[in-house]
């Protein structure tokens, strides 16, 4: 991690060797390369940003990544092709994607049973269709800024980086959203860190496409001395305010910690769903939830690899009667049938809290594509990629927190992590509508369809966001990993081995209060982006300024 003011120092070396970077007219050269290499550029630049994010952390690393974007996008004039500021964009984003998420063709080919190649053209034309977003917002920005005369620096530092930021926004909810690897999650360690539980990862989304802005500006060198000394200032300010907000508690301890066992049963994706293995896993996770009292036992997503119908008929009993007796309350993971063709993939509770004829109950609200639910048109691929259950139900996003002890405990599974609007959007109804509002966050997961690969880190990342955005702790349980502990700062405590069995036994303490990202969700960054392209399209509406 570079120091709190890396930025200042870079900044000082840049304005030393602006006249340099003139002299080599950085942004005349990006204009004369062909086609072919101008997309190789930006594939390249797409690529590496895979380093910004987990396991590696070299979050400077995206920052430059779109600084080339954004060099090659204001170099191009009203001569450009009209097709270059897409493709360029487009292949930005299809090497960004391709090699954050290269991990589904695990998925795909070794879990579900498609030939190597399909599942490879799979993930490209995935990659291909994600890339759009990139696309158009390369085209949005060179079209906006030719359309109203913009010149380089507004058009850097105030046009640039809300369009991309509105278009990462696009992709987090568009036709169900996919956030992964949304470009604000690089920054949770960043000196930008502070301003997520303010603006949560869309902000910081904008303040990164920022920060590549002012470093693209230096790259073309154009212009004016006194907007690079401003963009650099505004970026000195931020980097500041960011490490300083790191300190400033929005939540606060509420009640005593909790015991908490979460079980890790590593049990290989092939085998799982396998009848002749079955019986196994109930075995196992019934011995590892049983073993010992604490306070919270908690199973990972689908730890019980069969509907609810087909559990032997003791089994959530003798799970019930544990709880009973011991005082522990458990949390299982498994697909509840509630009646013909009606599956969800849930979480069920026992406890001292919880009735003694009841149950507490989670359903996942936001099914994943292809493994939850099936769109329209696309069985053949399910039943190409053998899925067990295509199709489960969704609930509804407002559910009630676990009650445990003198904490509540509000779980999500798995992809729902990523989604951290959706989150506080919980916290935030319970808080206004009086009901108990969570104090701990729990995440269940299986990504042992994924292997040994970059996605349990990067989901560990992405949880480690909803910390940060909420201001309160997290515990995961998983198959394989990660499981673990994530303090109320976002720092993990706690940790298993990837591709182990076991449990892990800590303490977790609760949190209530609201950040203000609890009370406002992603409106405080949308507003700031809208107020960015107002500042940039009204200044120079009629004016004919040149580019």
């Known amino acids: 991690m570079l120091p709190k003011c890396s930025f200042c120092k870079l900044s000082r070396l840049s304005l030393k060797s602006v006249t340099v970077k003139t002299e080599l007219g950085i942004g005349q050269k990006l204009q004369q390369l062909s086609l072919p290499k101008t997309l190789l550029l930006a594939l390249a630049a797409g690529s590496s940003a895979v380093f910004s994010f987990a396991p590696f952390y070299v979050w400077p690393v995206q920052v430059v990544s779109m600084a080339i974007l954004f060099a090659q996008l204001l170099s191009m004039t009203e001569s450009t092709e009209k097709k270059r500021p897409f493709l360029t964009g487009a292949a930005f984003g299809f090497g960004w994607m391709l090699c954050t998420i290269a991990w589904l063709v695990i998925a795909m080919s070794r879990y579900g049973g498609m030939p190597v190649v399909l599942a490879v053209l799979a993930l490209v034309v995935l990659c291909a269709f994600l890339a759009l977003y990139a696309g158009l917002a390369a085209l949005l920005i060179h079209q906006l800024r030719l359309r109203f005369r913009i010149p ?108 908490v066992r979460l079980l890790q049963g590593n049990v290989d994706q092939t ?14 996770y019934h011995q590892m939830a049983t073993a010992k009292a604490t306070d919270l036992v908690a199973m990972p997503e689908t730890a019980l690899p069969v509907l609810s119908s087909m559990l032997p008929p003791d089994y959530l009993s003798s799970v019930r009667q544990f709880s009973e007796r011991s005082g522990t309350a458990v949390l299982l993971g498994l697909g509840m049938h509630d009646g013909p063709q009606k599956y969800a993939n849930s979480l069920i509770g026992y406890g001292p809290a919880i009735a003694a004829n009841s149950y507490y109950r989670y359903d996942k609200h936001h099914l994943l594509p292809f493994g939850e639910f099936v769109p329209a048109g696309f069985g053949w691929f399910v039943r190409m990629m053998q899925i067990p259950i295509g199709d489960f139900t969704g609930a509804g996003e407002l559910q009630m927190a676990m009650p445990v002890k003198e904490q509540w405990v509000m779980p999500n599974i798995c992809y729902e992590s990523l989604f951290g609007e959706e989150i506080a959007h919980q916290i935030r109804h319970q808080i206004q509508t009086g009901a108990p509002a969570a104090t701990i966050l729990l995440n269940a997961s299986n990504l042992a369809w994924y292997g040994d690969s970059i996605a349990m880190p990067q989901h560990l990342q992405f949880a480690q966001m909803r910390v940060l955005e909420t201001g309160r702790p997290m515990i995961s349980t998983t198959n394989t990993g990660a499981t673990v502990a994530i303090n109320a700062d976002g720092k993990v405590y706690a940790q298993l081995p990837y591709l182990t069995q076991g449990v892990l036994e800590t303490s977790v303490q609760g949190y209530s209060g609201a950040t203000p990202y609890i009370r406002f969700g992603n409106l405080i960054a949308l507003m700031v982006s809208v107020l960015m392209l107002a500042a940039a399209i009204l200044r120079f509406r009629n004016q004919g300024i040149s580019v």
């Not at 085998?271 to 196992?284: G, P, R």
């Open 152 to 259: 380089l620096a507004p058009a850097l530092l105030l046009l640039t980086p809300p369009v991309w930021m509105l278009s990462e926004w696009l992709r987090g909810w568009l036709l169900t959203g996919f956030p992964w690897a949304i470009s604000g999650y690089a920054h949770s360690q960043s000196v930008f860190a502070g301003f997520a539980p303010v603006a949560g990862v869309y902000g910081l989304s904008l303040i990164a496409a920022f920060a590549a802005a002012v470093l693209a500006l230096f790259l073309i060198g154009d212009a004016p001395a006194r907007c690079r000394q401003g963009a650099v200032a505004a970026l000195c300010v931020l980097s500041l305010s960011g490490s300083a907000l790191r300190h400033q508690h929005w939540t606060q301890a509420s009640g005593q910690p909790l015991q």
């Open 271 to 284: 085998i799982k769903f396998d009848q002749q293995h079955v019986n196994d896993s109930l075995a196992l």
